[in-house]
């Protein structure tokens, strides 16, 4: 299992980002998505997750302004980041997570968000 992060980039405050996390080696729509980010000196943070019937939910911070979801046909899960803000700088990781018994949790390396004038 393989989970490749695309998109990041340094952007402007108020600016967008797409990010893409490409899943190889199982059927992500069976499995919730979550992406994950972690800030320098920071702990890692949940900011989104969507489950396999579709259910989403969003951390405070990014609630009304990120959007997560996915295209089965490319078993790819997506971020969309609008109105960015310095403070969304971080690393970004996508997670494919299973329940207990089905031993899926798998991570990708990461991509930079960078927001700053």
């Known amino acids: 299992v393989q989970l490749v992060e695309s998109g990041g980039g340094l952007v402007q405050p108020g600016g967008s980002l797409r990010l893409s996390c490409a899943v190889s080696?199982?059927?992500?729509?069976?499995?919730?998505m979550n992406w994950y980010r972690q800030a320098p000196g920071k702990e890692r943070e949940l900011v989104a997750t969507?489950?396999?019937?579709?259910?989403?939910d969003y951390a405070d911070s990014v609630k009304d302004r990120f959007t997560i979801s996915r295209d089965i046909a490319k078993n790819t899960a997506y971020l969309g980041m609008n109105r960015l803000k310095p403070e969304d700088t971080a690393i970004y990781f996508c997670?494919?997570?299973?329940?207990?018994?089905?031993?899926?949790?798998?991570w990708g390396q990461g991509t930079q968000v960078t927001v700053s004038s």
């Open positions: 969507r489950t396999s019937g579709g259910v989403t």
């Open positions: 080696g199982i059927a992500s729509r069976f499995y919730t």
């Open positions: 997670n494919i997570l299973g329940g207990p018994e089905s031993g899926v949790n798998y």
